[in-house]
C-alpha cells in the first residue's frame, strides 16, 4: 500500500506525483495521467509480490537450470502490459486481472528458449509416463514391444518416439552440487567427461607406439609416418614440405608400412 499525507508532493528523478491517499486514488490518478512514468514505477512496484509468486509456482514444475530472475522479468512484461490496459472503473481487482497475463507472458518466455517442438515435448511425456508406470508394474526398464502395448502403437512408431525424444533433456553446465563436505561445489561441467582430451596414460602409449613405428627408419621416414598418419597431411602435403614428389613419397610410405609390418609381427604382444 502506497499512502502519502494530504497537501504532500511525492518528488522523484526530477517528476512530480500528486499526493494519493491509496492504491484506488493512485490507479484514478494514473489514468488521468497515463504518461505519467513516476505512478507507473510506483504501481509495478506495489504489484510485484504477485509476479514473486507466479514465478515461484510455475518454476517448482521446471528443472531446476531455469533460472527464477528470469521468469520474473518475463512476468514483469506482463505486470507492464496489464496496468497499461487496466479499468479500474468495471470493478474487476487488479490482481484477478493481471494473474493471467503476467504467467502468459511467464510461459511465452518458456517457449521462446524450448527449442523442442511442441508435438515431441507431448510425446515425451506420454513416453516418460509409461515408462514410470511400466517400471512399477514390472521392476525392470520395459522393452519398447511392451511400451508400444501400454501406448497402443505399433512398435516402429515407439522406437521413432524414443529417438526423437532422447534429445529432449539437456541440463545446464552451471549446475552444482556440494561435494560431501559440504564445503566445495561440484558443477556439471567438473563431471563432464572430455571425450576429445587423451589421458596420460594414452598419450604415454601412443608415445611409445610411434617409437616402436619409426625405430630403425631415416629422417624422411620417421616425417612421413608421422605426418602422414599423426599430423593427417596428404602425399602431396608430405612431398612439398620434405622436397619429393607425391609419387616418391608414395614409394617410401609403401616400403615403410612393409617394414612396420614384420616388425608388428615380431612385437604382436608389446601392441
Given at each position: 500500500?502506497?499512502?502519502?499525507?494530504?497537501?504532500?508532493?511525492?518528488?522523484?528523478?526530477?517528476?512530480?506525483?500528486s499526493a494519493c491517499e491509496n492504491i484506488d486514488?493512485?490507479?484514478?490518478?494514473?489514468?488521468?495521467?497515463?504518461?505519467?512514468?513516476?505512478?507507473?514505477?510506483?504501481?509495478?512496484?506495489?504489484?510485484?509480490?504477485?509476479?514473486?509468486?507466479?514465478?515461484?509456482?510455475?518454476?517448482?514444475?521446471?528443472?531446476?537450470?531455469?533460472?527464477?530472475?528470469?521468469?520474473?522479468?518475463?512476468?514483469?512484461?506482463?505486470?507492464?502490459?496489464?496496468?497499461?490496459?487496466?479499468?479500474?472503473?468495471?470493478?474487476?481487482?487488479?490482481?484477478?486481472?493481471?494473474?493471467?497475463?503476467?504467467?502468459?507472458?511467464?510461459?511465452?518466455?518458456?517457449?521462446?528458449?524450448?527449442?523442442?517442438?511442441?508435438?515431441?515435448?507431448?510425446?515425451?511425456?506420454?513416453?516418460?509416463?509409461?515408462?514410470?508406470?511400466?517400471?512399477?508394474?514390472?521392476?525392470?526398464?520395459?522393452?519398447?514391444?511392451?511400451?508400444?502395448?501400454?501406448?497402443?502403437?505399433?512398435?516402429?512408431?515407439?522406437?521413432?518416439?524414443?529417438?526423437?525424444?532422447?534429445?529432449?533433456?539437456?541440463?545446464?553446465?552451471?549446475?552444482?552440487?556440494?561435494?560431501?563436505?559440504?564445503?566445495?561445489?561440484?558443477?556439471?561441467?567438473?563431471?563432464?567427461?572430455?571425450?576429445?582430451?587423451?589421458?596420460?596414460?594414452?598419450?604415454?602409449?601412443?608415445?611409445?607406439?610411434?617409437?616402436?613405428?619409426?625405430?630403425?627408419?631415416?629422417?624422411?621416414?620417421?616425417?612421413?609416418?608421422?605426418?602422414?598418419?599423426?599430423?593427417?597431411?596428404?602425399?602431396?602435403?608430405?612431398?612439398?614440405?620434405?622436397?619429393?614428389?607425391?609419387?616418391?613419397?608414395?614409394?617410401?610410405?609403401?616400403?615403410?608400412?612393409?617394414?612396420?609390418?614384420?616388425?608388428?609381427?615380431?612385437?604382436?604382444?608389446?601392441?
Amino acid at each position: 500500500m502506497f499512502k502519502t499525507k494530504k497537501n504532500h508532493t511525492c518528488q522523484q528523478s526530477g517528476s512530480t506525483v500528486s499526493a494519493c491517499e491509496n492504491i484506488d486514488e493512485m490507479w484514478l490518478q494514473f489514468k488521468r495521467e497515463p504518461d505519467n512514468i513516476e505512478l507507473r514505477n510506483r504501481l509495478i512496484e506495489h504489484y510485484m509480490p504477485i509476479v514473486y509468486q507466479r514465478a515461484d509456482r510455475i518454476r517448482r514444475q521446471l528443472p531446476p537450470e531455469i533460472d527464477r530472475d528470469d521468469l520474473v522479468s518475463a512476468g514483469s512484461f506482463g505486470l507492464m502490459d496489464a496496468i497499461s490496459v487496466f479499468d479500474p472503473t468495471r470493478g474487476v481487482k487488479f490482481e484477478t486481472f493481471c494473474v493471467s497475463r503476467v504467467q502468459g507472458a511467464i510461459v511465452d518466455e518458456l517457449r521462446s528458449i524450448d527449442w523442442v517442438p511442441r508435438k515431441v515435448r507431448s510425446k515425451t511425456t506420454k513416453l516418460n509416463e509409461a515408462y514410470r508406470v511400466l517400471e512399477g508394474q514390472f521392476g525392470r526398464r520395459p522393452s519398447e514391444e511392451e511400451l508400444a502395448a501400454f501406448l497402443e502403437l505399433p512398435v516402429d512408431e515407439v522406437h521413432r518416439t524414443i529417438s526423437q525424444t532422447s534429445t529432449v533433456n539437456i541440463t545446464s553446465l552451471d549446475k552444482s552440487w556440494s561435494d560431501s563436505s559440504g564445503d566445495n561445489d561440484i558443477s556439471e561441467m567438473d563431471i563432464l567427461a572430455d571425450k576429445k582430451g587423451e589421458s596420460p596414460s594414452d598419450r604415454v602409449a601412443k608415445q611409445e607406439l610411434i617409437r616402436m613405428c619409426t625405430k630403425g627408419l631415416s629422417k624422411n621416414e620417421r616425417l612421413i609416418i608421422i605426418l602422414y598418419y599423426y599430423e593427417e597431411l596428404t602425399m602431396k602435403e608430405i612431398g612439398a614440405t620434405l622436397g619429393l614428389s607425391e609419387s616418391r613419397v608414395s614409394q617410401i610410405h609403401s616400403s615403410i608400412v612393409e617394414r612396420i609390418k614384420k616388425l608388428y609381427s615380431k612385437h604382436r604382444g608389446d601392441f
